[in-house]
Structures are given as C-alpha cells and as structure tokens.
C-alpha cells in the first residue's frame, strides 16, 4: 500500500515540522482520506525516510510534525543511465524501472536516430517523468528517485568528463558486460562504485556515435546473442550491474 507514503524534498525535512503542498497534499487530504492524528512516512530524493503525525489538514497545505528517521540505504552501485530518448511509453518503463533498481541519475541523451519529437517545454517534460518517478517510489517503497536532467545531445554527453567506468552497449561486438565487471576491483564501500551506461534509442546508435563514444572512453559491451529493445536493454544492464555490484 502506498497511501501513507508521501514525498518532500530532503531541505524541508531538516526541522521539526513540514508542510505537504500540492499533489503530495492533495493526495493525502482527497485520496488517501488521511485526517489530524495520524502518522504516515515521508521520503526524500536520497532515499531517507521520516515517521510523521498529520496535525492539521487545510484546504492549500498539510501540516506535519517529525519524527523518527531513518537514513537512506545504498548496497549497490551509483549508476547514471545515460538512455537515447523514447517514445513516451517506452521511456515511463525506464523511468519506473530505474526507480525500481536504484539509479542514481537519469540522462535522456538526442541520438541521430532518435524517433521521438520532443513538443512542449522541458520543465513541463521533466515534471511529468517526476510523477511517474515518484508514483513508481510509491509503489516498490524504495524512496529513491533518481536525479531527472533535460534531455542533452550525445555529443554534448560525451564532452563531459566522467572518472567512473563507462560502458555503452553495443548491439554487435563488444565484450561481455559479465567479463567487463570481474575486471573491475570491488571498493571498500558502494559510495565509491560509480558506473555510467549510455543505451541507444530504438533505433540503437549509429556507427560514427559508437566510435565516437568509444573515443571518449566507454568501452563496448554486449549483454548476449539475443536484441533487445532499447528499454529492455537498458533495465537488464541495470540489472546486471546492481547484481554484479551489491555489497
């Protein structure tokens, strides 16, 4: 159940007392029928969770005091998934999924054979995708939503300067992403493994993006025989590398 679970930014946690503004507070107030004296959950976008008693529920705004906290978990990798973008079904299923798995960051990267068309303002675009995080953070109870960035071009992507390992999966050649992860040294602690994966839109990457990629140092690699679509792909090699990783 995930009616007694509700979001707030980790900076308005920090005190005593809170307010729930707008969805959140529509959601407990018209949805979840939450009245003055009971407790609920509230979590942040790291993860952290807050026991909180509602003590007054108002027409604009909820009012709660804190209580117990619990910080955030991490025994898996820092992952950014760095996804070409996709159609609107396509990319909610990543999106849930990451929340589902962990992933810290997620990147919507313009490939040349990106499909989508990319209508409207992308504060409105990264709203949305925000609610399908959250309702997803909802559901599993994970409390994690990963960071969501405007969409970027690969290029620009790859100008940036990344020290974590970086792979990009390639739909022919390419290592084994299984052989890829045993050469890497386990660290000390799992704030300390970060990986970066770059997946292709529909259409994968073309020739020059993947040669371009590999310029910049991500290392082809390839999760098998089978094709797979480019959200299923995606989440698998999430999969693969949370399992591989976990401490």
Known sequence: MTANLFFLEKARLAGTDCLLEGPEHHHLGRVARIRPGQEVWLFDEEGGKVQARVESVGPERTRLSLGRRIPPGRSGPCITLAQGMLKAKAWDDVVSGAVEWGVAVLRPVLASRTVVRLE????????????????????????????????????????????????????????????????????????????????????????????????????????????????????????????????
């Open 120 to 247: 409207g303002s992308e504060e409105r675009k990264i709203g949305r995708w925000r609610q399908v995080a959250l309702a997803a953070a909802k559901q599993c109870k994970s409390g994690r939503v990963p960071g969501l960035e405007p969409p970027i071009p690969l290029a620009a992507f790859l100008s940036e300067t990344r020290p974590e390992p970086k792979v990009i999966l390639a739909e022919h050649g390419g290592r084994l992403f299984k052989e890829v992860l045993a050469d890497v040294p386990m660290p000390q602690s799992p704030d300390l493994d970060a990986w970066t994966l770059l997946v292709g839109p529909e259409g994968g990457f073309a020739v020059q993006e993947l040669e371009a990629a590999t310029k910049a140092g991500y290392e082809p690699v390839s999760l098998g025989p089978n094709i797979l679509r480019a959200e299923t792909a995606a989440l698998s090699a999430v999969a693969i590398l949370m399992h591989a990783r976990s401490f």
